[in-house]
């Protein structure tokens, strides 16, 4: 894709957006629409951040196409247009397999109170209370019950329930049972309201649309342009500089990490201290590796699902499916279907959780063997629910926080943004800072791509409010 | 703007942002969530319309008070005077 190359763009905009990713790129497009004059700045070749795909031995991969709720229907319709809102459907088959349980659902409401009342056998009263609860919280609810102690309260003792209502969610946004329960009832209701849902034509349409729409409304788009710095002079943001050229702006919006925003585009050192105290306080989520299988053109595979939760782990632990050598992963199986424009094409990604510090010290035979050992155990386990699939695949990658880190530049290769604190942080920039926000990921419910360009529209609100002030 | 004109501007604005939206049986004291299905991204939606249309700035603290169609009348009223 042709953008424009960085020499040629305005020494001036109303608003420059760091970083591609959907929440940076859904805030361009709001204002845009508004009518400020953009500019959107891009570290990678490609666009839409951790909206990733690649090209590897005549496959298409997708890096975050394994699941979203049905609100994206409304959102993209709204802020993107029908196109792009007509292009979502629903992944029916979702499967568990652990060592406390197997079963397939379509990851809704009715379905969930099938299983808890058949299956696990709850009390109907008690999982309408349940549901009544998770449904009903919000962000200004109490923010100290935690998750874990949510599940004791409705489930006591039944760490096979805890593990059916917790494992999609830790692999979605990396949270844990320590969590606020607030953000684990804000998403997993988003989940509940009907299901999985996809994006049928894949990653690569979906970023097209998107770049395409952006153009039409006169963004200009710049990739592989590094912002290095935010501008900012006596107390207001002024501009970027970026591969030795400084552009000015009243606004910047940065789509870069926020902990990357603070620390290396504006410096610790043009904040109030009360303000980096809290800063201080703000942690990442964990990062990820993926495995990435592709089917030898002219064979296939049986209809086996479409997201697969698999763990060999006694019970859930978050912890547990963080280490190097967790048993515990996702499949999504990506059948011809995901992208029937193309010829017909198998593709498998196994994703698990993943702690950077556990990768990012690694010497380069180490990284190479870890890297190896992990693509064995992929395969074993993948050969459970396909049989012969060695023999099958013609291509693999892999990917590890180290990845992550290279192409996002987020701290610590993050995947989901931070924990909760940081979404006060996100929110509170422009109040330190005339001029200056932050959109993506952050505080556990503004991640995943709903919550991302959801954010993305929260932030453009504020700017916008901003430039016409 | 008369009380009249802000309403039809309210609702067109809403019309705009949820196609779907039947105002045939709206009661313009209940909120406007409940009977319209709108949530709080639809909320925003409006918020930034009307700073698009008439440069009004409406403070998160007052979303509150966009809750009823009567309540957003009763605020827009002082506002929109000069429109
Ligand atoms: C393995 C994996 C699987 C996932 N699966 C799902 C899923 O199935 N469903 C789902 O809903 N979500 C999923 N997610 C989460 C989802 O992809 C992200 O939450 C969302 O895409 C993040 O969007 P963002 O706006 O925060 O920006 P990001 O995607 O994080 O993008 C930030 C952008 O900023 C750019 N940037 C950073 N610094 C600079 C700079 N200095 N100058 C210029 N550009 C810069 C980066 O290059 C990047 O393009 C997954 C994430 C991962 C890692």
């Keep these: 894709m042709q953008y424009t190359p960085l020499d040629q763009v305005r ?15 859904t805030c361009a497009n709001r204002l845009a629409a ?38 994206m229907v409304k959102t993209c319709k709204k802020y993107w247009g029908k196109a792009i809102r007509d292009s979502i459907v629903q992944l029916k088959n979702i499967v568990f397999d652990n060592p406390q349980f197997s079963l397939r659902t379509t990851f809704s409401k009715e379905d969930f109170i099938r299983i808890l009342q058949g299956r696990f056998g709850i009390d109907p009263e008690v999982v309408d209370k349940f ?3 998770v449904d009903g919280m919000n962000f200004y609810d109490d923010q100290r019950l935690t998750t874990r102690e949510l599940f004791a309260r409705f489930f006591p003792g039944r760490s096979d329930v805890h593990r059916l209502l917790m494992e999609p969610i830790t692999y979605a946004n990396g949270s844990t049972l320590d969590e606020p329960a607030i953000t684990y009832g804000i998403v997993f209701s988003n989940f509940m309201n009907r299901g999985v849902y996809t994006f049928e034509g894949g990653t690569d349409k979906l970023i097209g649309l998107m770049a395409d729409e952006l153009r039409a409304k006169g963004v200009d788009i710049c990739t592989g342009a590094k912002v290095d710095r935010i501008l900012v002079e006596k107390g207001m943001t002024a501009g970027v500089a970026v591969k030795g050229r400084e552009l000015k702006a009243r ?6 990490g926020v902990t990357n925003t603070i620390d290396q585009l504006v410096g610790q050192d043009r904040f109030a201290a009360d303000f980096i105290g809290r800063f201080s306080k703000v942690r990442v989520n964990n990062s990820s590796c993926q495995v990435y299988f592709g089917v030898r053109p002219g064979e296939s595979i049986p209809d086996v699902g479409d997201l697969l939760f698999t763990s060999t782990a006694v019970e859930f632990s978050s912890e547990e499916m963080r280490r190097m050598d967790t048993g515990s992963r996702t499949f999504s199986l990506y059948y011809p279907k995901t992208r029937p424009q193309r010829p017909p094409d198998y593709t498998i990604v196994a994703s698990m959780n993943a702690d950077y510090g556990d990768w990012a010290g690694l010497d380069q035979e ?31 990658e892999s990917a590890t926080p180290r990845t992550f880190h290279r192409y996002t530049l987020h701290t610590k290769g993050t995947s989901f943004g931070t924990k909760f604190e940081g979404l006060d942080i996100s929110r509170s920039l422009h109040k330190e800072i005339g001029g200056l926000f932050h959109v993506g990921s952050v505080g556990i419910i503004m991640s995943g791509w709903l919550g991302a360009i959801n954010y993305g529209v929260i932030v453009a609100n504020d700017v916008d409010g901003y430039l016409r002030g | 703007m008369s009380r009249d004109e802000i309403k039809d501007v309210l609702l067109e604005i809403i019309a705009d942002i949820d196609e779907e939206a039947d105002f045939a049986s709206l009661d313009a004291d209940a909120p406007l969530r409940d009977q319209l299905d709108l949530d709080s991204m639809d909320f925003l939606d409006i ?9 009004l700035q409406v403070p998160e603290e007052e979303y509150p008070q966009l809750a009823t169609l009567t309540s957003c009348i009763d605020y827009l009223e002082p506002k929109l005077q000069k429109f």
Excluded at chain 1, 11 to 25: E, F, K, P, Q
Aim: charged share 20%; with cysteine.
């Design chain 1, 11 to 25: 020494s001036r905009y109303d608003a420059i957006v760091v970083g591609s990713g959907l929440g940076g790129l």
């Design chain 1, 34 to 71: 508004a009518g400020h004059s953009v500019l959107l700045l891009e570290h990678h070749i490609q666009l839409g951040g951790l909206a990733a795909w690649f090209k590897r031995g005549g496959h298409i991969f997708d890096v975050s196409l394994h699941g979203f709720p049905y609100g």
């Design chain 1, 366 to 396: 180490a990284y190479r063997t870890a890297k190896e050992a992990m693509v064995d155990r992929c395969f074993a386990d993948l050969s459970r629910y396909l049989p012969g699939i060695r023999a099958k695949v013609d291509t693999v």
């Design chain 2, 47 to 55: 918020v930034m319309e009307l700073r698009k249309r008439y440069k």
């Design chain 1, 131 to 133: 549901f009544a609860t």
């Design chain 1, 251 to 256: 606004a910047v919006v940065s789509n870069a």
